[in-house]
């Protein structure tokens, strides 16, 4: 298939958008990748290929335990394979060395579930660690570039003063949005972004996550259980079940073509063995 078919409408020549040098331009490139959690009687991820292209957004669903986080811990390279492989960038995670490594890290923001905000810091200060981390900068640079973020996330000034506790949950997330951008990451990971906002909050965080990748250029990894969601933003949708991917494409080619476990996964019916997740 021509990978090209994947690609979203928007800027590929932008400053932060990733253009690798490949013949196909591909950003993750996963083979045949198997994790097997020990004492597990199963693998987890049972044989996973997926690729992820330039400046496009794709949503990983699935149900409960289907091996979401676990498939996105590997390529955010958190965990390392049982076997198979997992290129980011052109970079085999199995082989690459400290100094790559953190150059890489450089590029991949994440925002987690939740925010993982230290609570014991201002925001401002959680939004300064990636700067200390990876940049030398004098203390009023990393003031301007936090209000520059936070005003991106549609946050106030002022928010950089308050302990992430004092913020609601939907500015808890664009904080954590934030967060991952302080570095002009060319990739992008979320952890159910929306999961736990209402209707309203959670659209605003879609548009945000629209605005990365057409503004920013950003290529956008969401792992998702809220299908309006997924719906709006995603450009392709990958479908895990059971370790294993059942289906990858734009809404339209699953709606199409997907058997009928993706088409009920489309409609939010559960699996029988599967609680609230997809209702
Ligand atoms: N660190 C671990 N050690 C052992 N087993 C694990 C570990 N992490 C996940 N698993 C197992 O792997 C399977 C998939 O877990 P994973 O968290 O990847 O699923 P998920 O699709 O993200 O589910 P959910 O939608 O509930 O978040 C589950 O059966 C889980 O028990
Ligand atoms: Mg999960």
């Known amino acids: 298939m021509d990978p090209t078919e994947h690609m979203a409408a928007g800027p590929r020549d932008t400053e932060n958008a990733i253009v690798t040098e490949d013949a196909e331009p591909v950003v993750i490139d996963v083979r045949d990748l198997v994790t097997h959690y020990p004492g597990n009687a199963e693998p987890t991820l049972k044989g996973v290929n997926m690729r992820i292209y330039p400046n496009e957004i794709v949503c990983i669903m699935g149900g409960s335990g289907s091996g979401k986080s676990t498939l996105l811990r590997q390529i955010m390279a958190l965990d390392r394979p049982t076997s198979g492989q997992v290129r980011i960038l052109g970079h085999d995670l199995s082989a690459i060395g400290h100094r790559d490594m953190h150059e890489l890290r450089k590029k991949i923001g994440v925002a987690f579930q939740g925010g993982a905000m230290f609570n014991s810091m201002t925001v401002g200060e959680n939004l300064k660690l990636p700067l200390r981390e990876h940049a030398k900068l004098a203390e009023e640079q990393m003031d301007i570039m936090v209000r520059m973020k936070l005003a991106f996330v549609s946050l106030d000034p002022e928010t950089a003063l308050k302990l992430p506790s004092e913020l609601s949950g939907g500015m808890l997330k664009r904080a954590a949005m934030a967060r991952a951008i302080m570095m002009d990451p060319g990739l992008l990971f979320c952890d159910e972004p929306s999961a736990g906002l209402d209707p309203a909050v959670s659209a605003a965080l879609d548009d945000l996550i629209l ?3 057409d503004v920013m250029g950003m290529t956008i990894v969401v792992v998702t259980h809220e299908r309006a969601s997924a719906f709006k933003i995603a450009d ?3 479908i895990l079940d059971k370790g294993k991917i059942l289906m990858s494409g734009t809404l339209d080619e699953l709606r199409a073509t997907g058997p009928k476990r993706v088409q009920d996964l489309l409609d ?12």
Request: without cysteine; hydrophobic residues 45%.
């Open 211 to 213: 605005k990365l990748r």
């Open 268 to 279: 939010g019916v559960p699996e029988e063995t599967e609680v609230a997740n997809w209702i």
């Open 236 to 238: 392709r949708i990958v």
